[in-house]
């Protein structure tokens, strides 16, 4: 369980974070979706404890990130965006040195490495050096690394940036597992078919403010099914429509070029902002 009031942030005059609430249950997957320079990462970093905060409060799983900070930070495993392995030492070193960190007993750092490298399918792997690893098995150490301690939250910032799609698709079935399993999951990406097929609940971040929370599902049953895209002046404009047939019928009426297609995140993120997910 997380719960996050009025989360400040400053860096000099910018503004970072400006009073985000949030409220993310036990066992969600939770997605945190917005352009660059949102305040994503900042968000992260600050629940993690690597930064921080200008005002607020924040609880994970009941403690207080500044009253109980060492609890706080037993709730949680933290996947950064840049991968930060040591590519000197071995898959099974890199996770002992995480256990060592956590106060782990020889034994039961075997025993978790064990499982967790079954797990996240790198049990072949576990004498490599990290350096011989390709990009999709340098992330999913990261993820087994992250779970080394049994946290109960499970943070996320953009698991699958820079991963061509097929390796994405294997990174989403092993979070989904891992939620499955009953972990709480707090996930920031600016892949919007990620937010899409992962999350629960999706929260848009703009600017350091959240300016809406709901269901994918529901984002995108208020604006309609299907989109018609068309050139105009301006720019591309956009049409939504609950109907297909409406949807045709419009197409067909434009005088210039037209796409019809289903109605994705991206244009809830749109319709919410004003802004594109994608710059
Ligand atoms: N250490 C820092 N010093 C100064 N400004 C910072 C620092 N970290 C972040 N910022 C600024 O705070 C704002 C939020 O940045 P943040 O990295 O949290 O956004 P983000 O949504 O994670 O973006 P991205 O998708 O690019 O990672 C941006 O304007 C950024 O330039």
């Given at each position: 369980m997380i719960r996050i009031e009025e989360l400040q942030k400053s860096y000099g005059a910018v503004k970072a974070l400006d009073g985000v609430t949030l409220h993310i249950g036990e066992g969600e997957l939770f997605a945190y979706l917005g352009p660059n320079g949102a305040g994503k990462t900042t968000t992260i970093r600050i629940l993690n404890g690597l930064t921080r905060k200008g005002g607020g409060r924040v609880r994970l799983n009941g403690f207080d990130?500044?009253?109980?900070s060492r609890q706080a930070k037993r709730q949680c495993g933290f996947v950064p965006q840049h991968l930060n392995l040591?590519?000197?030492?071995?898959v099974r070193e890199n996770m002992d040195i995480h256990g060592r960190l956590f106060d782990m007993s020889g034994a039961a750092r075997r025993r978790r490495t064990d499982e967790l490298l079954e797990y996240v399918e790198l049990g072949d792997r576990?004498?490599?050096?990290?350096?011989?690893?390709?990009g999709g098995l340098k992330r999913r150490l990261m993820i087994a690394r992250a779970l080394m301690h049994e946290p109960r939250i499970l943070f996320l910032d953009?698991?699958?940036?820079?991963?061509?799609a097929g390796i994405r698709r294997r990174i989403w079935a092993l979070v989904k597992r891992v939620q499955q399993d009953g972990t709480t999951i707090f996930l920031t990406t600016h892949y919007i078919e990620e937010a899409e097929f992962l999350a629960g609940r999706v929260a848009f971040l703009d600017q350091g403010r959240v300016v809406a929370v709901d269901t994918p599902a529901s984002f995108m049953e208020r604006l309609g099914q299907w989109a018609v895209d068309h050139l105009e002046e301006e720019g591309i404009r956009t049409a939504y429509f609950h109907d297909n047939d409406e949807a045709k019928a419009y197409a067909e009426s434009l005088p210039n070029e037209f796409s019809l297609r289903r109605v994705n995140l991206e244009d809830a993120f749109l319709a919410q902002t004003g802004k594109k997910v994608k710059p």
């Amino acid at each position: 369980m997380i719960r996050i009031e009025e989360l400040q942030k400053s860096y000099g005059a910018v503004k970072a974070l400006d009073g985000v609430t949030l409220h993310i249950g036990e066992g969600e997957l939770f997605a945190y979706l917005g352009p660059n320079g949102a305040g994503k990462t900042t968000t992260i970093r600050i629940l993690n404890g690597l930064t921080r905060k200008g005002g607020g409060r924040v609880r994970l799983n009941g403690f207080d990130i500044d009253h109980e900070s060492r609890q706080a930070k037993r709730q949680c495993g933290f996947v950064p965006q840049h991968l930060n392995l040591d590519s000197e030492l071995t898959v099974r070193e890199n996770m002992d040195i995480h256990g060592r960190l956590f106060d782990m007993s020889g034994a039961a750092r075997r025993r978790r490495t064990d499982e967790l490298l079954e797990y996240v399918e790198l049990g072949d792997r576990w004498d490599s050096p990290v350096k011989q690893l390709s990009g999709g098995l340098k992330r999913r150490l990261m993820i087994a690394r992250a779970l080394m301690h049994e946290p109960r939250i499970l943070f996320l910032d953009e698991p699958t940036v820079g991963l061509d799609a097929g390796i994405r698709r294997r990174i989403w079935a092993l979070v989904k597992r891992v939620q499955q399993d009953g972990t709480t999951i707090f996930l920031t990406t600016h892949y919007i078919e990620e937010a899409e097929f992962l999350a629960g609940r999706v929260a848009f971040l703009d600017q350091g403010r959240v300016v809406a929370v709901d269901t994918p599902a529901s984002f995108m049953e208020r604006l309609g099914q299907w989109a018609v895209d068309h050139l105009e002046e301006e720019g591309i404009r956009t049409a939504y429509f609950h109907d297909n047939d409406e949807a045709k019928a419009y197409a067909e009426s434009l005088p210039n070029e037209f796409s019809l297609r289903r109605v994705n995140l991206e244009d809830a993120f749109l319709a919410q902002t004003g802004k594109k997910v994608k710059p």
